[in-house]
């Protein structure tokens, strides 16, 4: 049994009145669905499965409690982004999964975007739009690049602005220019899941919390001859027909899945709100949502109430199942100082949250949704790579599809359904793989900003 650690609550979790979680299982339960995993795409996919199917019995089971992990610790950014990014994914998989994979990234943060609207789910939407800053000259040359590629596969959203019209957006000395998209959602990822939760219980799901699933085994292995599984907890056992594992960054602890991705963690802080002074000095009235373009990146935004919040850097590794890696001093350290690089005149700006949190990788840096094992009875989705808000929703679309409608392709054109994964090799080669990327990303952050002061 792995538990969860207890970390440093991000600032989504943290804000807003106390949540009073539900009820932990107890005793031995009996439904057509189970769904492992309290956040973004366990509850999106509860809610879809009961859309489908109404007469369908379905239950959430969630170690902690909703939102508690990666979903209520990201950088909040639903975006078109796929893995490490548009060069990264054309050079593994080519153009032509790029322009599938891109398209359907398009559709994820419209039909996200489309449904908090309709269900009217209060989660500090808004749509400002993304900068990708460049902060060296070989920079500017890679984004240049990218977006050149992008228009020439027919993405014409996707355009270079040069520094006086990126510095007008949000200005830093460090700017000289930006790849500009307006295709971008940031929300309050914790307001969100939680909002998730209260839609997946009204359209009759159950959802049980600090309800951890210690084990998988199909039903027959309990002398069960109905097709299905058995789900074991601390306080009791779930029989269901079928499964879902939204699982992500924590899919390794699964046995079925514990090869197809590791975690790797990313840290963020929060500062006090920014003075009309602070604010002023540097524009940044549209509230945009930006990125560097680092292999290592740095991302960052304005909340509601005008905190700085500013995630990414160092990337933390653990071996085998450890997940005690949400807190990271040096981390922190790294992202303060620099915001201090980017604007040098917000000195004394004081944080006032520090957390961590995990995402999920796959080999080839891609997501994947399947099935898991024979019968088409238990699906799967991970390797998000810190970009699965915008995915969320409409994986969890396709994940109801492929459960209810077995015999038919998903409707949603996902390119990540069904693919070959390469599974990451064992431990200990498993973390000596992850250190050489982790070294290599190092690396060529390093040439692209040799001569520059430090970032």
Not at 21 to 38: F, M, N, R, T
Not at 266 to 280: G, K, R, V, W
Not at 296 to 317: A, F, S
Request: proline share 6%; charged share 25%; aromatic share 8%.
């Amino acid at each position: 049994m792995v538990v969860l650690p207890d970390s440093p609550l991000s600032l989504w979790l943290d804000q807003g009145d106390p949540v009073e979680p539900e009820a932990s299982l107890s005793g031995d339960l009996d439904v057509d669905v189970a769904v492992i995993g309290g956040g973004l795409t366990g509850f999106a996919s509860a809610c879809e499965l009961r859309r489908a199917e109404p007469s369908a019995s379905v239950a959430v089971l969630e170690a902690r409690t909703a939102a508690y992990g990666a979903s209520g610790r990201n950088g909040s950014f639903a975006m078109t982004v796929v893995g490490l990014g548009i060069g990264t994914t054309a050079l593994v998989r080519g153009k032509k999964f790029l322009t599938r994979a891109h398209a359907y990234m398009e559709r994820c943060v419209d039909e996200l975007e489309r449904f908090i609207d309709d269900e009217q789910l209060d989660c500090d939407k808004i749509r400002p739009g993304f900068l990708r800053v460049a902060t060296t000259p070989g920079y500017a040359k890679r984004l240049q690049s990218q977006v050149e590629l992008m228009q020439s596969l027919g993405f014409d959203g996707i355009t270079w602005i040069d520094a006086d019209e990126t510095k007008a957006m949000v200005s830093s000395p460090r700017y000289l220019g930006a790849l500009w998209e307006p295709r971008l959602l940031l929300i309050d990822p914790a307001k969100l899941v939680r909002e998730e939760k209260r839609l997946a219980l009204r359209l009759g799901a159950r959802v049980f919390e600090n309800t951890p699933v210690l084990a998988v085994a199909s039903s027959a292995a309990y002398g069960d001859p109905a097709e299905g599984f058995r789900l074991l907890t601390p306080g009791g056992s779930v029989t269901a027909g079928r499964l879902v594992f939204a699982t992500n960054a924590y899919s390794h602890l699964f046995p079925d899945l514990a090869r197809k991705q590791v975690p790797a963690f990313t840290y963020m802080i929060a500062t006090e709100p920014l003075s009309d002074e602070q604010l002023a000095a540097i524009g940044w009235q549209g509230e945009q949502g930006l990125e560097d373009a680092r292999n290592l990146i740095h991302y960052y935004r304005l909340t509601p109430d005008r905190r700085l919040v500013m995630g990414g850097g160092p990337v933390g590794l653990k071996a085998g199942n450890d997940l005690d890696r949400d807190s990271d001093e040096a981390a922190w350290r790294h992202l303060e100082e620099h915001i201090q690089w980017l604007w040098p005149h917000l000195g004394g700006l004081r944080v006032t949250h520090r957390w961590g949190g995990p995402f999920s990788v796959t080999m080839d840096l891609t997501p994947v949704l399947g099935y898991v094992g024979e019968g088409r009875r238990a699906v799967y989705s991970l390797g998000c790579i810190g970009h699965g808000v915008a995915m969320s929703y409409l994986n969890a679309r396709v994940l109801a599809d492929l459960l209810l409608r077995p015999d038919r392709p998903p409707q949603h054109e996902c390119p990540f359904v069904n693919r070959r994964v390469l599974p990451w090799p064992r431990e200990p080669f498993a973390t000596v793989v992850k250190h050489a990327l982790r070294d290599y990303l190092r690396a060529e952050d390093a040439f692209y900003e040799r001569g520059s002061a430090r970032l």
